[in-house]
Nanobody, 115 residues
Framework: EVQLVESGGGLVQPGGSLRLSCAAS????????MSWVRQAPGKGLEWVSV???????SYTDSVKGRFTISRDNTKNTLYLQMNSLKPEDTAVYYC?????????RGQGTQVTVSS
């Protein structure tokens, strides 16, 4: 059974940083592309970033230069380092076993950016 468990969210001031983690199990993590997606209050799911099995990465324009996706295949864990956070980054963040929005995802972790 595929399981994805996100952690690391919280309340942070604008300009601050957070690192999200996603612990994966039930599949061959190293062989799969993995994504982060988010859902802001009252809005639909938004794709944020992907990391391929070969380590290649891609980001949505609004987070380029601020967010970094990475993976540790020895720990079956996906990460999202978020710097220079803005209020518009406030959302529930999910990791997804997919290159896009459509795949198995975890329960999410709340990120709130507010002063």
């Amino acid at each position: 059974e595929v399981q994805l468990v996100e952690s690391g969210g919280g309340l942070v001031q604008p300009g601050g940083s957070l690192r999200l983690s996603c612990a994966a199990s039930g599949f061959i993590f190293s062989s799969n592309p993995m994504s982060w997606v988010r859902q802001a209050p009252g809005k639909g799911l938004e794709w944020v970033s992907v990391i391929e099995s070969n380590g290649g990465t891609s980001y949505t324009d609004s987070v380029k230069g601020r967010f970094t996706i990475s993976r540790d295949n020895t720990k079956n864990t996906l990460y999202l380092q978020m710097n220079s956070l803005k209020p518009e980054d406030t959302a529930v963040y999910y990791c997804v076993k997919s290159r896009n929005l459509y795949g198995i995802r975890g329960q999410g972790t709340q990120v709130t950016v507010s002063s």
